[in-house]
Protein backbone atom coordinates (compact mmCIF):
# COMPACT_ATOMS: atom_id res chain seq x y z
CA UNK A 1 0.00 0.00 0.00
CA UNK A 2 1.56 3.21 -0.63
CA UNK A 3 1.62 5.77 1.75
CA UNK A 4 1.27 9.38 0.46
CA UNK A 5 3.23 12.51 1.01
CA UNK A 6 2.05 15.94 -0.47
CA UNK A 7 4.87 18.47 -1.47
CA UNK A 8 3.80 21.96 -2.16
CA UNK A 9 5.75 23.01 -5.45
CA UNK A 10 5.41 27.03 -6.79
CA UNK A 11 5.37 27.10 -10.76
CA UNK A 12 3.92 30.77 -11.40
CA UNK A 13 4.24 34.36 -9.07
CA UNK A 14 1.87 36.74 -8.70
CA UNK A 15 -1.48 38.19 -7.14
CA UNK A 16 -4.62 37.44 -9.22
CA UNK A 17 -7.47 39.98 -7.58
CA UNK A 18 -11.36 39.39 -7.83
CA UNK A 19 -11.69 36.07 -9.83
CA UNK A 20 -14.68 34.81 -9.82
CA UNK A 21 -15.34 31.45 -7.41
CA UNK A 22 -18.07 30.25 -9.43
CA UNK A 23 -16.66 27.95 -12.01
CA UNK A 24 -17.68 28.83 -15.70
CA UNK A 25 -18.65 25.11 -16.46
CA UNK A 26 -19.45 22.24 -14.65
CA UNK A 27 -18.49 19.75 -17.09
CA UNK A 28 -15.50 17.42 -15.12
CA UNK A 29 -14.04 15.28 -17.96
CA UNK A 30 -12.52 11.72 -17.25
CA UNK A 31 -9.80 11.20 -20.43
CA UNK A 32 -8.56 7.46 -20.05
CA UNK A 33 -6.14 8.18 -22.61
CA UNK A 34 -7.19 5.61 -24.64
CA UNK A 35 -4.77 6.02 -27.44
CA UNK A 36 -2.63 7.95 -25.17
CA UNK A 37 -2.48 11.76 -24.32
CA UNK A 38 0.17 14.22 -25.77
CA UNK A 39 0.29 17.26 -23.26
CA UNK A 40 2.32 20.61 -24.10
CA UNK A 41 3.52 23.32 -21.90
CA UNK A 42 1.63 26.22 -21.42
CA UNK A 43 -1.00 28.00 -20.02
CA UNK A 44 -3.35 24.89 -18.35
CA UNK A 45 -6.15 24.59 -20.84
CA UNK A 46 -7.66 21.49 -21.02
CA UNK A 47 -9.14 22.43 -24.61
CA UNK A 48 -5.87 22.23 -26.14
CA UNK A 49 -4.33 19.96 -24.04
CA UNK A 50 -1.44 22.18 -22.30
CA UNK A 51 -0.58 22.27 -19.07
CA UNK A 52 1.88 24.58 -16.84
CA UNK A 53 3.02 21.34 -15.00
CA UNK A 54 5.03 20.08 -17.98
CA UNK A 55 8.64 21.83 -19.15
CA UNK A 56 8.00 20.37 -22.85
CA UNK A 57 5.95 17.86 -24.80
CA UNK A 58 4.90 14.65 -23.23
CA UNK A 59 2.96 11.39 -23.54
CA UNK A 60 1.15 9.69 -21.36
CA UNK A 61 0.49 5.86 -21.87
CA UNK A 62 -3.49 4.37 -21.47
CA UNK A 63 -5.37 3.52 -18.49
CA UNK A 64 -3.92 0.23 -18.06
CA UNK A 65 -6.45 -1.45 -16.04
CA UNK A 66 -9.43 -2.33 -18.29
CA UNK A 67 -12.89 -1.71 -19.03
CA UNK A 68 -14.26 -2.63 -15.74
CA UNK A 69 -11.76 -0.90 -13.60
CA UNK A 70 -12.25 2.42 -15.17
CA UNK A 71 -16.20 2.28 -15.30
CA UNK A 72 -15.95 1.52 -11.56
CA UNK A 73 -13.91 4.97 -11.44
CA UNK A 74 -16.07 7.07 -12.93
CA UNK A 75 -19.30 5.48 -11.04
CA UNK A 76 -17.32 6.47 -8.20
CA UNK A 77 -16.59 10.27 -9.07
CA UNK A 78 -19.74 11.05 -10.64
CA UNK A 79 -21.29 9.96 -6.74
CA UNK A 80 -18.41 12.11 -5.25
CA UNK A 81 -20.08 15.05 -7.17
CA UNK A 82 -23.38 13.89 -7.08
CA UNK A 83 -24.18 16.76 -4.71
CA UNK A 84 -22.81 19.56 -6.91
CA UNK A 85 -24.12 20.62 -10.02
CA UNK A 86 -21.26 18.78 -11.98
CA UNK A 87 -21.54 17.08 -15.05
CA UNK A 88 -18.55 13.98 -14.77
CA UNK A 89 -18.15 12.69 -18.11
CA UNK A 90 -15.77 10.03 -20.29
CA UNK A 91 -17.26 11.89 -23.40
CA UNK A 92 -14.29 14.09 -24.96
CA UNK A 93 -15.82 17.85 -24.55
CA UNK A 94 -13.40 18.62 -27.35
CA UNK A 95 -13.18 22.92 -27.36
CA UNK A 96 -16.17 23.05 -25.16
CA UNK A 97 -15.18 24.62 -21.78
CA UNK A 98 -14.32 21.09 -19.33
CA UNK A 99 -12.33 20.44 -16.51
CA UNK A 100 -10.01 17.30 -17.52
CA UNK A 101 -8.63 14.74 -15.22
CA UNK A 102 -6.18 12.55 -17.39
CA UNK A 103 -6.21 9.01 -15.30
CA UNK A 104 -3.34 6.97 -17.32
CA UNK A 105 -0.28 6.95 -17.58
CA UNK A 106 3.23 7.42 -14.82
CA UNK A 107 4.92 10.83 -13.19
CA UNK A 108 8.37 9.89 -15.06
CA UNK A 109 6.24 9.94 -19.14
CA UNK A 110 5.32 14.10 -17.20
CA UNK A 111 9.13 14.50 -16.29
CA UNK A 112 7.93 13.86 -12.71
CA UNK A 113 9.89 11.52 -9.71
CA UNK A 114 8.84 8.49 -9.56
CA UNK A 115 5.90 7.37 -7.17
CA UNK A 116 4.29 10.61 -7.76
CA UNK A 117 0.27 9.55 -7.57
CA UNK A 118 -1.54 13.00 -8.73
CA UNK A 119 -1.01 16.77 -9.53
CA UNK A 120 -3.16 19.67 -10.02
CA UNK A 121 -2.58 23.43 -10.14
CA UNK A 122 -3.80 25.26 -7.29
CA UNK A 123 -4.55 29.01 -7.46
CA UNK A 124 -6.87 29.31 -4.46
CA UNK A 125 -9.39 29.78 -6.86
CA UNK A 126 -11.14 28.66 -10.22
CA UNK A 127 -8.19 27.25 -12.62
CA UNK A 128 -10.74 27.90 -16.02
CA UNK A 129 -10.80 24.66 -18.26
CA UNK A 130 -7.62 23.69 -15.83
CA UNK A 131 -6.27 19.99 -16.64
CA UNK A 132 -4.93 17.67 -13.50
CA UNK A 133 -3.32 13.95 -13.85
CA UNK A 134 -4.21 10.96 -11.63
CA UNK A 135 -1.14 9.04 -12.44
CA UNK A 136 -3.78 5.44 -12.84
CA UNK A 137 -0.75 3.35 -13.59
CA UNK A 138 1.79 4.20 -11.01
CA UNK A 139 -1.86 3.83 -8.06
CA UNK A 140 -2.43 0.36 -9.84
CA UNK A 141 -5.57 -1.38 -10.27
CA UNK A 142 -7.86 0.13 -7.54
CA UNK A 143 -10.71 2.27 -8.41
CA UNK A 144 -11.15 3.68 -5.10
CA UNK A 145 -7.66 5.22 -4.89
CA UNK A 146 -7.79 6.32 -8.03
CA UNK A 147 -10.88 7.98 -7.76
CA UNK A 148 -10.22 9.99 -4.50
CA UNK A 149 -6.89 11.00 -6.37
CA UNK A 150 -8.78 12.46 -9.37
CA UNK A 151 -11.43 14.09 -7.11
CA UNK A 152 -9.00 15.38 -5.30
CA UNK A 153 -7.39 17.09 -8.15
CA UNK A 154 -10.81 18.23 -9.28
CA UNK A 155 -10.69 19.96 -5.92
CA UNK A 156 -7.54 21.67 -6.74
CA UNK A 157 -8.43 23.01 -9.91
CA UNK A 158 -11.42 24.73 -8.02
CA UNK A 159 -10.02 26.52 -4.87
CA UNK A 160 -9.88 23.53 -2.58
CA UNK A 161 -6.75 22.32 -0.64
CA UNK A 162 -5.69 19.17 1.47
CA UNK A 163 -7.31 18.73 4.99
CA UNK A 164 -6.51 16.61 7.55
CA UNK A 165 -9.43 14.40 8.49
CA UNK A 166 -9.14 11.00 6.75
CA UNK A 167 -12.87 11.38 5.67
CA UNK A 168 -13.15 14.35 4.10
CA UNK A 169 -11.95 13.60 -0.13
CA UNK A 170 -9.54 16.16 0.27
CA UNK A 171 -8.32 14.57 3.33
CA UNK A 172 -4.47 14.00 2.84
CA UNK A 173 -4.20 9.90 2.39
CA UNK A 174 -6.34 8.02 -0.11
CA UNK A 175 -6.99 5.41 1.84
CA UNK A 176 -8.42 5.60 5.46
CA UNK A 177 -11.86 6.16 6.38
CA UNK A 178 -14.34 5.10 3.80
CA UNK A 179 -16.60 6.01 2.11
CA UNK A 180 -14.69 9.70 1.63
CA UNK A 181 -17.02 12.45 1.11
CA UNK A 182 -16.81 16.14 0.63
CA UNK A 183 -17.22 17.53 4.67
CA UNK A 184 -19.37 20.56 5.84
CA UNK A 185 -17.29 21.49 8.48
CA UNK A 186 -14.41 23.53 9.25
CA UNK A 187 -11.50 21.22 8.54
CA UNK A 188 -7.85 21.77 9.45
CA UNK A 189 -5.74 21.94 6.52
CA UNK A 190 -2.59 19.88 6.26
CA UNK A 191 -1.32 17.00 5.11
CA UNK A 192 1.02 15.04 7.49
CA UNK A 193 0.54 17.46 9.79
CA UNK A 194 -1.70 20.54 10.41
CA UNK A 195 -0.84 23.70 9.45
CA UNK A 196 -2.44 27.18 7.94
CA UNK A 197 -3.98 27.05 4.83
CA UNK A 198 -2.16 27.81 1.58
CA UNK A 199 -5.28 30.04 0.48
CA UNK A 200 -5.74 31.78 3.93
CA UNK A 201 -6.94 31.00 7.33
CA UNK A 202 -6.71 27.81 9.11
CA UNK A 203 -9.36 25.32 8.53
CA UNK A 204 -11.31 24.72 5.17
CA UNK A 205 -15.17 23.96 4.48
CA UNK A 206 -14.78 21.62 1.26
CA UNK A 207 -18.61 21.09 0.73
CA UNK A 208 -19.07 25.13 1.25
CA UNK A 209 -16.21 25.96 -0.80
CA UNK A 210 -17.25 23.59 -3.55
CA UNK A 211 -21.31 24.92 -3.14
CA UNK A 212 -19.16 28.06 -4.59
CA UNK A 213 -17.86 26.54 -7.54
CA UNK A 214 -20.21 23.81 -8.30
CA UNK A 215 -23.59 24.95 -6.89
CA UNK A 216 -26.33 22.54 -5.99
CA UNK A 217 -28.24 21.31 -8.98
CA UNK A 218 -30.71 23.55 -8.30
CA UNK A 219 -28.09 26.81 -7.70
CA UNK A 220 -26.46 28.57 -5.03
CA UNK A 221 -24.54 31.75 -4.95
CA UNK A 222 -21.37 32.77 -6.29
CA UNK A 223 -18.76 34.34 -4.89
CA UNK A 224 -15.04 36.27 -5.17
CA UNK A 225 -11.98 34.54 -4.33
CA UNK A 226 -8.19 36.23 -4.07
CA UNK A 227 -5.35 33.86 -6.25
CA UNK A 228 -2.36 33.84 -4.43
CA UNK A 229 0.02 32.81 -6.89
CA UNK A 230 -0.22 29.38 -9.42
CA UNK A 231 1.06 26.29 -7.27
CA UNK A 232 1.17 22.29 -8.20
CA UNK A 233 0.28 20.38 -5.30
CA UNK A 234 1.93 16.97 -5.87
CA UNK A 235 1.32 13.61 -4.34
CA UNK A 236 4.12 11.02 -4.04
CA UNK A 237 4.82 8.07 -2.25
CA UNK A 238 7.30 8.11 0.56
CA UNK A 239 11.13 6.72 0.15
CA UNK A 240 10.99 3.31 0.65
CA UNK A 241 7.40 2.87 0.73
CA UNK A 242 5.66 0.06 -1.44
CA UNK A 243 2.63 -2.15 -2.23
Do not use: W
Request: net charge negative; aromatic share 6%; proline share 6%.
Amino acid sequence: MLRPMRLVTLLIAGILLGAPARAATTVIYLNRCAAGCTITPGFDDSRTDTSSIVSQTQVLSAFGHGDTSFASVLACVQSLFAPFDADVTDADPGSADHFEIDIAGTPQQLGLQAGVLDISPLTCSVVSNGMAFAFANTIGDDPQQICVAAAQTVGNLVGLEFVTPSCDVMGFSLTGCQPKGFLDEASQCGDTTPHACICGGTTQNSYQRLLATLPEPDGAAAGVAAVLGLAALVRRSAPGRGR
